[in-house]
């Protein structure tokens, strides 16, 4: 399984266009610029819509199946869709998510579209194109779903944005998973006390804590936090304070390689 981060950035992105502090500042001197998160899997199943285009050229024309996790629209931009139906893609397309996802894509469809609608919630399984998926509950403002997916080769990924403390049921739900990659959100770094549906570098390492205790976390485990903005300390200062808990980060662009038994960076790290 080949995991391409599309983007590991906030909604607002990491730099904020519009902000001067010194984690902005940071970035934008090293011109490292993160989009809003959103992930590609083998090059056919597409997890999340965000509104930016992807990094370096990456083509979407083999993706079969998209997984979105709400209606946010850093998550759920459907323009993306009205760009695939103007260049007039007849192969068939997936489109999953909450009903609320499902009402924010519909109207963005033309009559012939071939695209099918989905809604799915925790508990929800799917089977496309030899991808097995299950749908996972959140802790969000907004009805949202994590996505527990393993493909052909065995191989298995657990993306888990957006989300604060992960519920009793999804802990319970990947039980023993030994998940060989793990993208866990963390957006807003040393904001504590922010009371929104999302991780910071306090309750991060807890998450991944639970996560081990139940075997969904192997030190195997690729784990790279994303969702990350600019609450965060400067990225090679995050990536120190990330080590020690058994998580990185990588660039826009990076490609994962999971072998079904652990993951290592193929490209960008």
Known sequence: MQVTLLGTGAADGWPNPWCTCASCTDARSRREQRGPTSALVDGTLLLDLAPAPPPDG???AGVRTVLVTHDHPDHCAPLMLLARQWVRRADPLTVAGPPSVLDAV???LGPDDPVELVAVGPGTTLDRDGYAVRALAADHEVPTVLYDVTGPDGARLLYATDTGPLPA???EAVRGAAFDVVLLEETFGDLVGHGTGHLDLRTF???LDRLRTVGAVTP?????AVHLGHHNPPAA???RRLAPHGARLVPDGAT???RGRGAAVRRGA
Do not use: H
């Open 256 to 258: 994962l390689l999971a």
């Open 205 to 207: 390492p807890e998450q």
């Open 220 to 224: 195997a485990t690729d784990v790279v």
């Open 169 to 171: 049921s999804t802990l």
């Open 106 to 108: 519909r109207p963005w």
């Open 58 to 60: 990456v083509l979407l």
């Open 237 to 239: 200062a995050l990536g």
